[in-house]
Each structure stands twice: as C-alpha cells, then as structure tokens.
C-alpha cells in the first residue's frame, strides 16, 4: 500500500484531502504534515501526524525517511491576495516547498502532487476556453510561482524521471477550513454569511467571472490524477480542470432560492478585482477529462444545495 505524505495538512484542501486519502489508502498509511504543531482534532487522532516546515527540505526528508514516504502532496501555499501584500513570503513558499518537495522526491524515489492554479494566467491569456497550452505571463507573484511550479515540476520529470503531477485548480468552495487571502475566497464567504443571515459584502464586481470547484470533486480529482495510467498522461504540470464558471449575481441568485431574504452589495476590492480581471472567465479542460478521465459532480445548483445543508448544521442554524 501507498505511504503519502500530506504536507500542509491543516488548510483549506489538506484538511479535507487527509481524510479522504485515509479513506482510500488506510489511516496508518497517510501522514498529516503541518508546519503548525502539534495537529489538533480529528486530523491527529485518526493518523499519523508530524511537524513539516515546506520551506525546510530537511524536514521534508525527514519525514519521507521516518515514514517511508512514497508519494507527496505538497499543499503548502500562500494565496493570491495574500501574496501580493508579502511577495517574498509569497515565493518562499510559493517555490521554496516545490523545489524542497522536488529535490527530496528525486533522492528518495517519491511522486509529487503539487497544485497549481487558474492563477498560472495573466491578462494575455484567452479568457473564454483558456487552452491548456497557451501563454502564461501572469501579473502576481502568486501566478508567478505557479508557473515556476509548473515548470519545475516538468523539469524534474523529464530529466530525472520524478513522478510529478499537477491540477490548475479554480476557487475552491469547501464547508469545513476556510481559504485564507485569495481571490475567489468570496464564492466561499458568500454561503457563510447567507446561513448566518448576515448581509454580503461582494468584494469582487458584478460580472466577472471566475472558475470554481466544490472540494468533493478537488479531492477526487488529486487522487485519481495520482493513481492516473501514466502511459496515458501527454500532459502533466498542470491540467487544467473546472466544475462550473460563475459572476457573483448568479451565486447570488442561486442562493437565494433557498434563502430568499439574503442580502448582498457590492463593495470591490481593488487588488483581487484586478487579480479576478486577469484570470480566465472559463478554463477548457478537455486534456484532463481525455488522459485521466477527468468529470466533476457538482455543478452551481447542487453545490448550493449541499453547501447551505452542512453549513447550516455546522453553525446551528437550523
Ligand atoms: N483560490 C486561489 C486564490 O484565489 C486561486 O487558485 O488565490
């Protein structure tokens, strides 16, 4: 059986990719690895967990020895807007985990699942079917290390032969960790202030449209592109791949269906409009659905519905 590392446990992906690897492989094989220690709750009761600084390749190669680690998910990263405010903050980890994760890979024998992001585009790039392959001259440091990422990842895999293997993820809706400092974070707030019954505050502008994934289809998506036939990968860092593509008046919309006196106006923010203008309005992903059979479940409606339900019980607002 597969012995993974997960690195960068606790955050928004990692703290539901963890589980749902140890539902796959077994708990005693997956390790929950954070650079805040010690793990607490669930994710350290049901598995093996350790302290992993990305940026410290020792403690990476650590782990991989202690554990007998044969894959890694490196999860670290500091998101879009977040990054612009520390920029070298924004690329140590950005690219210091990648390349860490990379070099400890390559000594001892490990594949490597690294996100990247819609973020890998910039304004010269076609926004409507973004191509799989096409230029990538993004503005943020945040697109900056995601195409390094990119191209450090392939670069290992052809010259060294490390088994490395990458997502474009859109914005990430998810119901158990919230994002931190990214730009697609208010597809996520926008549920958690409609199940409080708060009025919205929409930092992005009416009309911009973004690519976005619910986490159940992300984590399904890093697994499968892992245990992918490799013969069949033309591709590898990254794919692109989307759930849905939507502006904030049609979230808006669709969750008041279910909770008719919400309430949202608009108040952009100036840094992630920006960001959000010279990102894709909508990714073409049919490099993924063809070479690892790519096809996610939840779209607009379902996700709305499923996200309101949990959110509901999870702040007891029934
Ligand atoms: N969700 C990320 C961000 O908004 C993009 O991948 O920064």
């Given amino acids: 059986m597969k012995k993974i590392l997960v690195i960068g446990a606790c955050g928004q992906i990692g703290s539901e990719l963890t589980p749902a690897l140890r539902n796959v492989y077994g708990t005693d094989n997956v390790v929950a690895a ?3 220690y010690p793990l607490k709750g669930e994710l350290a009761e049901s598995g093996p967990s350790c302290k992993v600084d990305a ?24 998101l879009s807007a977040k990054a612009e405010a520390n920029p070298m903050l924004g690329w140590n980890v950005g690219v210091g985990a990648v390349l860490n994760c990379l070099e400890v ?20 790039t076609p926004h409507d079917m973004t191509p799989q392959d096409t230029i990538q001259r993004p503005k943020t440091i945040y697109g900056v290390t995601k ?16 088994d490395t293997r990458s997502v474009r993820f859109p914005g990430l809706i998810s119901n158990v960790t919230l994002p931190g400092g990214g730009t697609t974070d208010y597809a996520v707030e926008i549920f958690y202030a409609a199940v409080k019954g708060e009025k919205f505050v929409c930092p992005i502008a009416k009309g911009t449209y973004m690519d976005m ?12 592109l892992m245990e992918a036939d490799p013969a069949k990968l033309i591709h590898r860092n990254s794919f692109n791949i989307t759930a849905m593509s939507f502006e904030p008046e049609m979230i ?11 309430q949202m106006e608009y ?3 100036e840094l992630r409009q920006n960001i959000a203008d010279s990102w894709p309005n909508q990714m073409d992903d049919h490099c993924a659905r063809e070479e690892w059979g790519f096809n996610p479940k939840y779209d607009l ?13 999870k702040l007891n607002r029934q």
């Fill in 34 to 36: 954070d650079c805040v």
């Fill in 55 to 78: 940026t410290n390749a020792q403690d990476i190669a650590d782990a991989v020895k202690k554990y007998n680690i044969d894959a890694i998910y490196n999860l670290a990263a500091i």
């Fill in 105 to 124: 890979s390559r000594e001892m024998g490990c594949s490597l699942f690294t996100p990247s992001s819609i973020g890998a585009f910039g304004p010269d």
């Fill in 147 to 162: 195409v390094t990422g990119e191209l450090l990842s392939d670069y290992y895999f052809k010259r060294f032969g490390v």
């Fill in 213 to 224: 994934m619910y986490m159940p289809d992300a984590l399904k998506a890093a697994i499968d």
């Fill in 252 to 262: 808006y919309n669709e969750i008041k269906k279910y909770i008719p006196d919400f």
């Fill in 267 to 269: 108040k952009y923010d």
């Fill in 301 to 313: 409606t379902s996700m709305t519905i499923d996200m309101i339900e949990v959110l509901k019980k």
